[in-house]
């Protein structure tokens, strides 16, 4: 139970005559005890709260920065109309800051044996399960003197999914993968490495593309045609480490590196090959295998969505292995990590021979645009050193990245709006080579 502050106001207002016009002990109990009376009679018509059936329904999951609608369903199975104020409480990252309050908070009526539905609205700021605490309710009676309250465990969990900002680049990929595969209206073959079919040969082809066993059969010239490799198998891995969990702008580096991963997932699926995800730092954290064109995009989504970065060193010896595990056949192995010179150069380079020796390696690296401000900055002795501070940190990722260069190792240093279509243009330029 609680009082209200209109009681405190009234008790207030009563002893006020009383202690100006004839204080005594008499005079305020008989205020305060007529007060008393009414709160008791007002908490006995008051509809009692442990007995309320309360139910949720709404959504289940949302992208990143996107409303969820929530809604509660409050039954009152007593004889008495329920006047109450409800808060629905919900972890802090649920809402953007400061609107928590407003958002939590409803005012409800529901008469005897009725039910009402509140919707409360969420939007999450951070990736994974947002999971609903208690629902207190706070019952007032007729004459809003004294309340009931108590509290009430609804289970219901919110899936807070990646964001995918990179999906406007999908479609100008898509594009020039549709100029790959020769389904444009020019007239040029598609490029690629895998026969599709034979055409009359048209005046300006490649003359190298000739069939002659073909043209000697039909007794007309006949040309090839190719079309880009497809059904090939791509493992998207994702360092969760200690270097995943620095911000560059406002995100961690790990949520850059999941953009980028979701666009080339998606565009390598509409080039019919097959993708895998993987996610390690010490031990592999989630796999992704063997999932159908439709359903890999979803499944990526969700196994990415509670991901967090751990604050460990990754163990490159168990990556590496991991990867082969994961990857037996030739396949296009995609590491979405960072360019940082102590990592690579003491754990990643050494073990990189197995990979390259089986597979064709892409390391990905989201950079800071931070960095490339600090190096051009002038005017004063705090501004020189950052700017040196910054050339040093840009000179070794530059000979980190020709390390892995030299190694035969394909890189992407891009900032975090430019990894994901640099990233795609790489996968592009690959499959255009016949490399994966």
């Known amino acids: 139970m609680a009082l209200t502050g209109r009681a405190a106001l009234l008790a207030a207002l009563g002893s006020l005559p009383v202690g100006l016009l004839e204080p005594s002990w008499t005079g305020l109990l008989a205020v305060n005890g007529s007060l008393a009376l009414a709160c008791a009679v007002d908490c006995a018509l008051a509809a009692p709260v442990r007995h309320l059936r309360l139910t949720r329904s709404g959504d289940t999951s949302v992208r990143l920065g996107e409303p969820a609608d929530v809604h509660l369903t409050i039954t009152n199975p007593a004889k008495r109309p329920l006047r109450a104020r409800v808060r629905d409480a919900w972890p802090p990252s649920s809402w953007q800051p400061g609107s928590e309050t407003p958002a939590s908070r409803h005012r409800v009526t529901v008469p005897a044996g009725e039910r009402r539905l509140l919707t409360t609205r969420l939007r999450p ?4 399960d947002r999971k609903a605490d208690r629902v207190t309710i706070r019952s007032y009676g007729p004459l809003g003197l004294l309340t009931r309250q108590g509290s009430h465990t609804v289970p219901w969990t919110v899936r807070v999914l990646p964001p995918f900002t990179s999906r406007k680049h999908l479609p100008s990929r898509l594009a020039r993968l549709r100029e790959l595969d020769g389904r444009t209206s020019l007239l040029t073959r598609g490029e690629g490495t895998e026969f599709d079919s034979l055409r009359d040969y ?6 190298r593309s000739i069939d002659w066993r073909a043209t000697a059969r ?17 493992l998207i891995c994702l360092d969760t480490g200690r270097t995943a969990a620095g911000r560059v702008g406002d995100a961690p580096r790990l949520d850059s590196a999941m953009d980028a991963a979701l666009l ?21 954290r989630t796999l992704v295998q063997g999932r159908s064109a439709a359903d890999t995009l979803p499944a990526f ?9 751990e604050l460990v060193e990754t163990d490159s010896r168990s990556l590496v292995s991991t990867i082969l595990r994961s990857a037996p056949r030739r396949s296009l192995v995609v590491l979405l990590t960072s360019l940082d010179a102590a990592p690579v150069e003491e754990g990643l380079l050494p073990l990189l021979p197995q990979l390259t020796q089986r597979h064709t ?4 690296s989201v950079a800071d645009p931070h960095i490339a401000e600090m190096s051009a900055a002038r005017g004063s002795l705090d501004a020189v050193y950052e700017a040196a501070a910054a050339t040093q940190t840009q000179s070794q990722r530059r000979r980190t990245a020709e390390q892995l260069t030299r190694h035969g190792v394909h890189v992407v240093d891009a900032t975090p709006e430019s990894l994901p279509p640099s990233l795609a243009d790489t996968y592009l330029a690959l499959k255009a080579a016949g490399r994966l």
């Open 202 to 207: 048209i005046p300006g082809d490649d003359t």
């Open 361 to 364: 390696v892409v390391v990905a």
């Open 125 to 128: 700021t951070r990736r994974g």
């Open 301 to 309: 989504v969700n196994a990415m969505a509670s991901l967090e970065p």
């Open 218 to 234: 039909q007794q007309k010239v006949a040309v090839r045609t190719w079309r880009p490799e497809r059904d090939r198998h791509i």
């Open 264 to 284: 080339l997932a998606a565009l390598a699926v509409r080039a019919g090959d097959r993708v895998d995800l993987l996610a390690h730092d010490r031990r592999p």
